[in-house]
């Protein structure tokens, strides 16, 4: 299988005719309808739609969460549509960063200690101290959870994702609970990473400006892509607002 296209770029995610069916009772929710996407290495893409539209969905089963009703997902030339829980769980370990809209923070841990306790486990770790220096923390790396702002708590949950050196990120409305001043500074972590580690990133989010600092921008509605779109500039986070 190739993983590079006409570009160049290399191919890191993709998936062909994914389907979600999720079966509650009686009624089916036809979540996704048949998604093709690829995802190349060290691109900023932004998922937009309408809540409900697929993609939490999507994002579960490219990030190992979930399984797919039919359909075919690969992160490189590992099938995750054919792997076991074990394999997945691996995959997820080794692979994928994940921050959702909620920090899910540990309360008791400091910021340091939160960010510690992933590169324990992870095969070749950053230091705690560089990751949350990476996301602008280094003079908080003391605090507990409860003595900084969302947006910092964001923050450390991001340098949490990138302390095992994950090769994609999956960001799930990391700004959906934060103002725009805030959330221009999870952004800016988000694109620094991007630019200087060259981890591929896919933003879900309902706020259509965040559309400006993207590569690429995929518009979901009714559990298909209905488009894609290459932005000719990408924006600098501290250049939007909403
Ligand atoms: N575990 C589940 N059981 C049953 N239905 C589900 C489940 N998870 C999601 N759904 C349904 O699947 C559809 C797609 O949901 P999904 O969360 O992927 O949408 P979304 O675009 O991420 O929405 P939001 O922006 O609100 O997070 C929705 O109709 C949702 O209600």
Redesign the pocket.
Known sequence: MSHWNTDGDERILHARGLTKI?R?GEVD?F?LRGVDIDLYRSEMAVLL??????????FNILGGLDQATSGQAWFRDLELTACSEHQLTRFRRDHVGFVFQFYNLIPSLTAWENVALVTEIAPSPMPPDEALAMVGLQERMGHFPAQLSGGEQQRVAIARAIAKRPEIMLC??PTGALDSKTGVLVLEALSRINRELGTTMAI?T?NAVVRQIADRVFS?RD?TIVEAVRNEHRLEPSAVSW
């Open positions: 999720y509650s929710v979540a739609g309408p809540s409900g539209s697929g993609k939490s969905t999507l799930d409305e879900i309902h979901f559990g």
